[in-house]
Nanobody, 131 residues
């Protein structure tokens, strides 16, 4: 049974940092693209970042570029999202997601990583940035 479980959310002050984790089970993690998405109240789900299954290339939404870092540890079947310099507008429920990698990744198209057309989703973890 394929499962994604996020952790690491919480309340943080503006300018602070959090690291989210996404523990995966039930599938061959190495072969899957991992994406992070977020959804704030009243807003659509937004692609935040994605990481390739083949070459480790990373992709970011403009709103988080330079502040967030995505990574993966295939030996631990875990993906991560390091979030620095957090702002109140980063407040949202954060989801990790997975979809099969493949030849499409060689085009290096950021859109393919940030669109929410992923096959598997975690339950989400709340991130609140407030003083």
């Amino acid at each position: 049974q394929l499962q994604l479980v996020e952790s690491g959310g919480g309340l943080v002050q503006p300018g602070g940092s959090l690291r989210l984790s996404c523990a995966a089970s039930g599938f061959t993690f190495d072969y899957y693209v991992i994406g992070w998405f977020r959804q704030a109240p009243g807003k659509e789900r937004e692609g935040v970042s994605g990481i390739s299954s083949t070459n480790g290339n990373t992709y970011y939404a403009d709103s988080v570029k330079g502040r967030f870092t995505i990574s993966r540890d295939n030996a631990k079947n875990t993906g991560y999202l390091q979030m620095n310099s957090l702002k109140p507008e980063d407040t949202a429920v954060y989801y990790c997601a997975a979809k099969a990698g493949g030849r499409w990744e060689y085009y290096g198209d950021r859109t393919n990583y940030l669109n929410p057309d992923y096959d598997y989703w975690g339950q989400g973890t709340q991130v609140t940035v407030s003083s």
